[in-house]
């Protein structure tokens, strides 16, 4: 399958809340739980290089889960709590298998690597990743250990290849994962689906926006 518009802005809170009664039909999740006193945000990839309509790697459904951020990054700033980006920059050398699977891989090269100025607020700690887990190689347990974080909300792209990568990895990594049905994207339905119905089984609790923030 290919690219799909399959969240708009019209109909993204409907369609998120299918998912979310779709799983709820299929598991028993657990509790939700959440404690904003004790969670980071994390924005996976928000880059022009998804983003950016000129960009041949554009994700259709990405304009619709931008708000969506804003309104976590907006509440998570209001609570006085981390908000930390992720930014995905390759070189040939650190790019390993990403480079032979894709035959691109994203460098500073890339007039679309930076992050979208839409989501990023200047300061914010940015965790430079070349894999698609945001823990391997990098600062972010440290950050968060520092933070005293035991609970993360995962949004950002792609929902199946670094956002999901990531939820399993702080999962094992002992920490409890939030993973934004309506934050994040990635190419089309069926992949987008497929991920929420794995994590939901063993790795993180599916939630929409407005569950994040009515709980906090």
Request: charged fraction near 25%; aromatic fraction near 12%.
């Amino acid at each position: 399958m290919g690219k799909e518009n399959y969240f708009t802005r019209d109909n993204i809170h409907k369609k998120a809340r299918k998912f979310l009664q779709e799983i709820k039909s299929i598991y028993d999740l657990p509790r939700l739980d959440f404690d904003v006193n004790a969670a980071a945000l994390l924005i996976i990839d928000m880059q022009r290089y998804f983003l950016d309509k000129s960009s041949h790697a554009f994700l259709p459904s990405s304009p619709a889960i931008i708000p969506k951020i804003k309104k976590l990054i907006s509440f998570f700033h209001f609570k006085k709590r981390p908000v930390i980006y992720t930014q995905h920059i390759n070189t040939v050398k650190n790019a390993g298998m990403l480079r032979e699977w894709w035959d691109e891989i994203i460098t500073t090269n890339n007039k679309y690597y930076k992050l979208n100025k839409k989501l990023y607020a200047p300061g914010a700690p940015v965790v430079i990743k070349t894999q698609y887990d945001a823990f391997y190689r990098t600062n972010l347990k440290k950050i968060l250990i520092k933070n005293k974080i035991k609970q993360v909300v995962i949004t950002g792209v792609m929902t199946n290849l670094c956002c999901e990568t990531t939820a399993r990895s702080a999962f094992v990594q002992g920490f409890r994962v939030f993973f934004v049905v309506d934050g994040t994207c990635t190419q089309n339905e069926m992949m987008h689906r497929a991920t929420l119905i794995n994590l939901a089984y063993g790795f993180a609790i599916p939630v929409l926006t407005k569950e994040i923030i009515k709980s906090g």
